[in-house]
């Protein structure tokens, strides 16, 4: 048989490459099946590493600015043959890089990814694969574009509260290998720029904003929309998913020509799983728990999903530290739980534990398939 393995990391307890090697030698201990791995992740935490690990590229590290302007050691990855970059905006600009007394979204800066992305470009790269969960601004992008040339007139176009005084847009300095760039954003949300379900009034709360500094940046990121949208001649001033990570998926897609994708295509993309998934017979999936969230876009509903559509012989199944609630249309043909003993639940979180879970679980479903055939 051939068998694909593509576990979602088990949080707080394996890498989703750890768990993908833990079920392969379950399954090389009972059977002489081709075993393959892919990492996973679902476009959040993880992805860097995740799609770095399958494509065999590398992980760099640069000093850049932090949100609220100091400086921090951000990891990003490269595959030098795709000339790809591979970078996780939280790394740069992520809400746990702020102290919870400090968090106020009118002093935070995207200027970090900004020159992470600068830096992929000067190492060659020309293709993004872009995660943006996690973030602790609400600058729509701005720190971001300033860091890449672009110049917002009347202000310094770096924190949340230079969107106020904005009156025009200078792109004459903006990096020109820009032009010869793809960025492809994992983004799971639909919610526009502003408004009742924009970026401020939805995600500014756990970002430190009050209900004024909300309504004040919400009227500010509407009139920055409509400036951007007639220096950059664009039909709509803001579509579905703009309002994704503090307003950054809008100053992607509209000054960057970015594409806002779902994550866990995107990361399925990025991995070229497909045409592995078109010739095998079992695909083995999983995450820390399986339950009636898992449909809702997470990895291995992706990956299973992806899986039928197009094989639709192939057989799913999913492993998971618990198992509740699974609903039909997760794509998984069956669940099963790993543990195989009452156990605590940092018992069940440990590293050789849960991977001797995971490996005797997915030993015992190889054993039933081959005996069923």
Known sequence: MKIIVAIDSLKGSLTSLEAGNA???GILSVSRSDVKIFPLADGGEGTCRAIIAGLGGELKSAEVCDPLGGKVVAEFGEVASKKLAVIEMA?????????DNLRNPLNTTTYGVGELIRRAIDDGCRNFVIGIGGSATNDCGIGMLTALGYKFVGANGIYGCDLEKISAVDDTNALPALKECTFRIACDVTNPLTGANGCSAIYGPQKGATPEIIATMDGWIKNFGE???KFLHLEKNSV???GAAGGIGFAFRAYL??????????VLDALDIAAELKSADVV???????DSQTAQG??????????KKLNPKILTVGLGGSVADLSDDAGLDAAFAILRAPMTLAEAMDKKIAADNISATAAQIIRLIERAR
């Not at 083995?284 to 399986?290: A, D, F, V």
């Not at 997470?298 to 899986?307: H, Y």
């Open 23 to 25: 079920a392969r030698d």
């Open 91 to 99: 790394n740069a600009a992520g809400l746990p890089l702020v102290p």
């Open 227 to 229: 400036l951007s949208a």
């Open 240 to 242: 579905a998913g703009d």
């Open 257 to 266: 020509r970015g594409e806002l994708v779902p994550g866990v295509d995107l």
């Open 284 to 290: 083995i999936t999983g995450e820390g728990r399986l």
């Open 298 to 307: 997470k990895a291995p509903s992706g990956v299973a999903k992806l899986a």
